[in-house]
């Protein structure tokens, strides 16, 4: 019954958490002897977590970055390195978005930040304007993935795991990811003509700025460090994921402040609005999905379904095939949050009882969510990119539909080959 309250509401267009919220409290004053206040009991307890820190100032810290000049100046470094191949800006926008990702930890910032540059320079060189846009919002399935990822923390809350394991899980799949799709912009370019060196007139553009690897990469050293720092420190357990979160603000603070001077004193207000706004949507969006999870696991749903997932094979290969269909339907329709909240005290257990890693099934969730991420009819990546493309979403979909099947056939590769994953984890951590 609650399912088909949450379904109702998401057919009038009620937004998803305050759907999930609504359907909750509805079925507990109506159809459930359970007291009410379990739903509001839940709907703090679950934002009740240390960890759940590191979420807003990670979005801080991505918004801060975005408005001090590191986007662009990813882009000039990635064009140097990579200019002069076939289809090399569809390259330098998923080589600039993996940078970026692994700083931002959010795949719509991900897309808005390097898709501002990216999406209009790939349309002036010739590449068809929904191709860019294709391309910009897949890239943005680095976001979950590259750590510090935001869905990875979550997942680490719910599920119970290591956070510093997960990050650093996350590394080589989100590597394997950008190959994928820059070898997917590589054909497609040699194939449909597209960029600059299928349109020798337009070089004359890129040779008036004289880009230099060296100097572009000097120019965004910063902007690079900035994951190593990060990331580094919590390897080396100088600080927790947590409090690598707030190093990173002050880090991007110095850096957009002190030494790219492109934020000034009164950009900040600005700033930090756009963040609590941005964070505001997300705690409740959490807080709605752990008082659903709950109703949901007091009527005793996720052991139904676990009862018939199980029953549908004892093979750990097609169980395996069988969630990530389920997973990446729901994505299709569910925010990743959300539906991470929601699902992952469901799957888990089973996968767990299986002999599936809890790590390298949080590879597995997240990699099907960040693409859920950029399909149709929710895919939020989709929608920034179409609207920075200035692109009707139907003409992206001729494009998204390849860059896909390239991101399914990754997760195939994920899902069935665990010491991907888990390589890192067991090498530089007990």
Same mark, same amino acid.
């Given at each position: 019954? %609650? ?22 409290? +509805? ?71 993996? +940078? ?37 919002? =897949? ?23 290591? &956070? ?49 690897? !060296? ?8 902007? &690079?460090?900035?994951?190593?720092? &990060? ?15 707030? %190093?990173? =603000? ?37 807080? =709605? ?33 069988? +969630? ?9 329709? /569910? ?18 009882? /299986? ?28 929608? !920034? ?5 200035? =692109? ?39």
């Amino acid at each position: 019954m %609650v399912i088909l309250i949450f379904g109702a509401l998401l057919f009038f267009n009620v937004p998803i958490a305050i759907s999930l919220g609504i359907s909750s409290l +509805i079925y507990i004053m109506f159809f459930s002897p359970v007291p009410v206040n379990m739903v509001i009991q839940a709907l703090v307890t679950g934002l009740d977590s240390f960890t759940l820190l590191g979420i807003p100032f990670f979005i801080l810290a991505g918004d801060i970055m975005m408005h001090g000049g590191i986007s662009r100046r990813l882009i000039r470094f990635s064009t140097a390195l990579l200019g002069g191949i076939i289809g090399s800006m569809g390259m330098v926008t998923v080589f600039a978005s993996l +940078i970026f990702g692994s700083i931002s930890g959010s795949g719509p910032a991900t897309v808005a930040s390097i898709g501002k540059i990216a999406i209009p320079a790939m349309i002036k060189e010739k590449y068809d304007r929904g191709f860019a846009c294709a391309l910009a919002a =897949c890239s943005g399935s680095f976001g979950p993935l590259i750590p510090p990822s935001i869905v990875m923390i979550m997942y680490g809350v719910v599920a119970q795991q290591s &956070i510093t394991h997960l990050f650093l899980a996350g590394i080589i799949p989100g590597i394997i990811v950008a190959i994928s799709l820059m070898t997917f912009a590589y054909f497609a370019s040699k194939k449909y003509k597209f960029g600059l060196r299928m349109n020798p007139e337009l070089k004359e553009t890129l040779e008036v700025e004289s880009l230099s690897v !060296v100097r572009t990469f000097i120019d965004a050293i910063w902007a &690079i460090l900035c994951p190593l720092i &990060i990331l580094g420190g919590i390897y080396t357990g100088a600080f927790t994921p947590t409090e690598a979160a707030i %190093v990173a =603000c002050v880090y991007a603070l110095i850096i957009g402040i002190f030494v790219h001077r492109e934020i000034k004193p009164k950009d900040l207000p600005k700033i930090f609005k756009n963040a609590v706004n941005t964070n505001g949507t997300v705690l409740i969006l959490v807080s =709605c999905a752990t008082a659903f999870g709950r109703v949901l696991a007091i009527e005793q749903v996720p052991a139904a379904l676990g009862g018939v997932i199980s029953g549908i094979s004892d093979n750990v290969y097609i169980i395996l095939l069988v +969630i990530n269909l389920l997973v990446l339907a729901i994505g299709l329709f /569910m925010e990743s949050l959300a539906a991470l909240i929601i699902l992952t005290p469901v799957l888990l257990p089973i996968v767990t009882s /299986m002999g599936v890693d809890p790590i390298h099934f949080g590879i597995i969730i997240t990699m099907n969510l960040a693409i859920g991420q950029s399909t149709p009819p929710t895919g939020v990546n989709l929608f !920034v990119a179409s609207q920075i493309g200035e =692109c009707r979403v139907e003409d992206v979909l001729r494009w998204l539909l390849p860059a896909v099947l390239v991101l399914i056939v990754v997760l195939l590769i994920l899902t069935y080959i665990p010491a991907i994953s888990l390589f890192l984890p067991s090498l530089l951590l007990p």
